[in-house]
């Protein structure tokens, strides 16, 4: 079965989209030693602990959105520069458009 038509139907089925995501999900501990190696802090120190959880996350969150590859990048912008890197907080303040 190609890998879309799996992808498909994973994300299709609840019961398989749920399964898929816990066990992407296992290797949350794993990443977290990998930077806590990389940067010197405790694989516990929330730091750590929300990037290995914001990284493993995201696919999901993209895989939910119209243009995945662009919520990717939106959501790795958020991550590497902040909230004030967001289309969101740049336009705080401002009048929305559409009313």
Do not use: C, N
Request: charged residues 20%; without cysteine.
């Amino acid at each position: 079965m190609p890998a879309l038509v799996l992808g498909v139907l994973v994300e299709s089925t609840p019961a398989l989209r749920d399964y898929a995501r816990l066990m992407w999900s296992r290797h949350e501990k794993t990443l977290a030693a990998a930077l806590a190696d990389a940067t010197g802090l405790a694989p516990d120190a929330p730091a750590i602990a929300g990037v290995a959880r914001f990284a493993l996350e995201a696919p999901s969150i993209a895989s939910a959105s119209e243009d995945p590859a662009r919520t990717m990048r939106e959501l790795f912008t958020l991550l590497e520069h902040g909230w004030g890197a967001t289309l969101l907080a740049q336009t705080e303040g401002h009048p929305r458009q559409d009313g």
